[in-house]
Every structure is written in C-alpha cells, then in structure tokens.
C-alpha cells in the first residue's frame, strides 16, 4: 500500500523560505518519478514541479527561479526548497507519484497534505 507523508509546512513572511519533505512508502521510490502539488482555498489543485528517477527536474512557471525539487533515494523523500515566498503562494503542498516522466500527471492516493501560509 502506497503512503506518502508531507512535513514542513507553516507561517512564513512574505520573501522567506521553507522546506517540505514528503516521506514515500509502498513503492520502489527510486524508479518512479516525483513531483509536488499545491492546492489553495477556492482553486483547484495545480502541478508545482517534478523529479524524474534520472533526477532532471521541471517546474510550473510560477515557481521557476524560486522552488526547488530533490530528491533522496535512501530515505524515500522528495523535498521542496521554496524560497522568495510570496502570498500568492499559500496553499495545501501535496506530493505525488508522477505518470511517468516528464508527466505532470499524478496516479497515487493523496496523502494529508501541508499547509504553508505566507502572510505578513
């Protein structure tokens, strides 16, 4: 069974910066792409970035410069470094297996999710 765990999510002012860790279990993590969602109140839940197993990366466009995806084979965890927060970037992070690679696609449950809020 496929579980994935997000941490690290909390209050930050605006400019600040956070790291998210997202433990996975139940899967061969180190053949299977990765990839990090957000979803914020009254929007639907958006791709933010993905990690291939060869460990190439791509990001949505409005995180490009500020976020970036990792990935630790050892520990089964992927992270996202965010920094230059804004507040438009408040929102639930999910992590996710990805539908291959470069797909943005997710194919796995959802697990609880963390919230970052960037407020002054």
């Known amino acids: 069974q496929v579980q994935l765990v997000e941490s690290g999510g909390g209050l930050v002012q605006p400019g600040g910066s956070l790291r998210l860790s997202c433990v996975a279990s139940?899967?061969?993590?180190?053949?299977?792409?990765m990839g990090w969602y957000r979803q914020a109140p009254g929007k639907q839940r958006e791709w933010v970035a993905g990690?291939?197993?060869?460990?190439?990366?791509k990001y949505a466009e409005s995180v490009k410069g500020r976020f970036t995806i990792s990935r630790d084979n050892v520990k089964n965890t992927v992270y996202l470094q965010m920094n230059s927060l804004k507040p438009e970037d408040t929102a639930v992070y999910y992590c996710?297996?990805?539908?291959?690679?470069?797909?943005?696609?997710?194919?796995?449950?959802w697990g609880q999710g963390t919230q970052v809020t960037v407020s002054s």
């Open positions: 990690i291939g197993s060869d460990r190439s990366t």
């Open positions: 139940g899967i061969i993590f180190s053949s299977n792409a």
């Open positions: 996710n297996i990805l539908r291959g690679w470069p797909s943005s696609s997710s194919r796995g449950a």
